[in-house]
């Protein structure tokens, strides 16, 4: 039985624990998409830090149509916060790519998490901070995130959570429902998570946990997603001569 108020404590004493040792007196910079991740982990953050040692970095691409939902976040937190539209920057990259390469629907898809990755360490290294890593465990797990995008930061507290366990975290911290529950979109192709993944994270969550799933096709997407991208948790491979 997942203990969400236990976990709560457990992980803001470790976001404490992290900054004593990592950068004492520094500031926690997340990226405000006002998705559930988002939320929590600002949530954590504030929790564990204070408000004033907070920072959210709004990031849309020209337009974006639930911004309001990133608003409403950090006014709830009370948080400072930046909005730095990285539009400009990714038709800057793009329009600059060579004419005679072809441009896959993965590239225009993952320059915009990468960008806005630069963006936060820009934030970060601005106002002495540490950039807080959004993702969670059913994420990571199946590959649903940009290497060197959204999957890196300088310090991950839900990475071992499930959308399932994050969303509770959400409750135990007083978020509002619409954050919590809000049906998590990838931001990239306007499709939500579930819609791109195959399977529901109810159904993913359960299969992490317990090991038990009844869609055998299902099985085997989320068995292929995981071998296809334990790469994007592991360090870069690098040679070692024999000396």
Known sequence: MFDAVKVTNQCVEWIRDFFEK????CNAVVGISGGKDSS???A????????DRVIGVLMPQGEQHDIDMAHLLVNHL???HYVINVKDAVDSILSNMPSDLIITPQTTQNIPPRVRM??????SQSCNGRVCNTCNLSEDWVGYSTRYGDSVGD?????????????????VLGLPSELVDKTPIDGLCGKTDEENLGFTYAELDKYIREGIIEDKAKKEIIDRKHKANLFKLELMPS???EL
């Not at 630069?118 to 934030?123: G, H, I």
């Not at 310090?155 to 409750?171: A, D, N, W």
Request: charged share 20%; aromatic share 6%.
């Open 40 to 42: 929590v982990a600002a």
């Open 239 to 241: 040679f070692k001569p």
């Open 78 to 80: 009370g948080i400072k």
């Open 44 to 51: 954590l953050c504030t929790k564990a830090l204070g408000k």
């Open 155 to 171: 310090f991950s507290p839900m990475s071992h959570l499930t959308v399932t366990e994050v969303k509770e975290v959400g409750r």
């Open 118 to 123: 630069t963006t936060l360490y820009a934030v």
């Open 22 to 25: 990592n950068g004492d007196g």
